[in-house]
């Protein structure tokens, strides 16, 4: 069998004879342990370090749905998808015996953000909205793994200046949304793997969600009846 050639070593996948099978499966169940064990890590990492700022997200959450607020969620790409995953997990709880909390995807209405992505630009799609459904004591969440989406930024500083609650959910370094005075509450997951902070934003949405139920049953005298 000759050499395998340089563009071979790096790419195996397209090159099916370059490995047997059964040594194939080896590298991809290796693969398969190496990277579930580093989202793990990457979770335990960031709970043993940051549970302290989730549990004061998660008070400043449940402050907002206390007065009569809404929560409304941004986010592009990937974290289009946490932004309508965090919106639905609290308008439709799935657990059982816990109410229904209003949110709003601001990711949702293609027409809007097509509208006015094509007449005033793309970073503008999430300040048109919420200068439109934003109310002072309302919360707005936005995920960006970078840290950095302008349209994220500019909307935070709306919303900061319209009274909202701002919370991002970001990685590695935080990006321009670590230490911005227009969000109160910056959740960073370090780390350089887009795939491995993603994984992490949808426990940390998942925790805070369980958590402002918690405070909210606990407030109204009824942590009983919560399911755990």
Known sequence: MP??????????FLHPNLREPETLDEVLLESLHQKAEDSFATKRRFFSEHAGAVLAAARALAGVYRRQGRLLTMGNGGSSCDAAHIAVEFLHPVTAGRPALPALNLVGDTATMTAVGNDVGFAHIFVRQIVAQGRRGDALVGISTSGNSQNLLLAFAKAKEMGLVTLGLTGDDGGRMADNPDVDHCLVVPGQSIHRIQETHVAIYHILWDLVHTLLAD????LHLEPA
Do not use: D, I
């Not at 050499?3 to 195996?12: D, G, K, N």
């Open 219 to 222: 407030e109204r005298g009824g």
């Open 3 to 12: 050499e395998p050639s340089a563009l071979e070593e790096l790419y195996p």
